[in-house]
C-alpha cells in the first residue's frame, strides 16, 4: 500500500514544486492516517510554510479521491519534515553532506546499531559517518533509519 501510495502521489507532490520526502500510512479499525511530509526542492532555502501544505494537501486530496486507494476513512496530514528530517534516499544523504545525523543499521556491527555523527562522505553505494573521531562506512542496504540532528545555537537550525 505505501508503495502504491507512493507512487500515486510523488508526481502530484512535485507538479507543486515540492520533493515527497516520506509518506507514512497507519490503518486502523474504522478509518487511518495518511501522513506526507513534503520539503522545498533543492537549493531552494525559504522552508515549507503552511500555505504550501494547504496547496499540497489539495492536490493530493483530489488524486486520492480520483484513484480511490485507500478503502473506508482516513486522515490526511501534510507537513514539513521538521528539524530532524528523515533521510530515506540516496539523494537526500548527498544533499546534507556534511551534517550531524543519527543512523540506525539494520543489524549490529561491533555489538552497535547506533551512530550519531557527521555525514562526512556519500558514495554510489553507502555512506561514511565521523563518530567520535572515528570513520563508520555503512552501505545503503544497511540502514534502517536515519535523520539529520538539530544543530542548535549554530545557525544551522
Known amino acids: 500500500m505505501r508503495d502504491a501510495l507512493r507512487r500515486l502521489l510523488e508526481p502530484e507532490v512535485s507538479a507543486l514544486g515540492f520533493e515527497l520526502v516520506e509518506l507514512e500510512f497507519h490503518p486502523h479499525r474504522g478509518g487511518g492516517l495518511l501522513r506526507l511530509y513534503i520539503d522545498c526542492a533543492e537549493g531552494v532555502a525559504e522552508g515549507v510554510r503552511v500555505e504550501d501544505c494547504e496547496a499540497v494537501s489539495r492536490r493530493v486530496s483530489a488524486a486520492l479521491d480520483a484513484a480511490d486507494p485507500i478503502p473506508g476513512e482516513y486522515t490526511l496530514e501534510v507537513s514539513s519534515p521538521g528539524l530532524d528530517r528523515p533521510l530515506t534516499a540516496p539523494a537526500h544523504f548527498r544533499r546534507f553532506a556534511g551534517s550531524r545525523v543519527r543512523v540506525e543499521s539494520l543489524l549490529p556491527r561491533a555489538g552497535r546499531r547506533r551512530w550519531t555523527g557527521r555525514l562526512a562522505a556519500v558514495g554510489e ?19 534502517k533509519t536515519a535523520r539529520l540532528v538539530p544543530e542548535y545555537g549554530t545557525g544551522r537550525e
Request: aromatic share 6%; charged share 20%.
Open 125 to 143: 553505494t553507502g555512506v561514511t559517518l565521523e563518530v567520535d573521531g572515528q570513520a563508520v562506512e555503512l552501505g545503503f542496504a544497511e540502514i
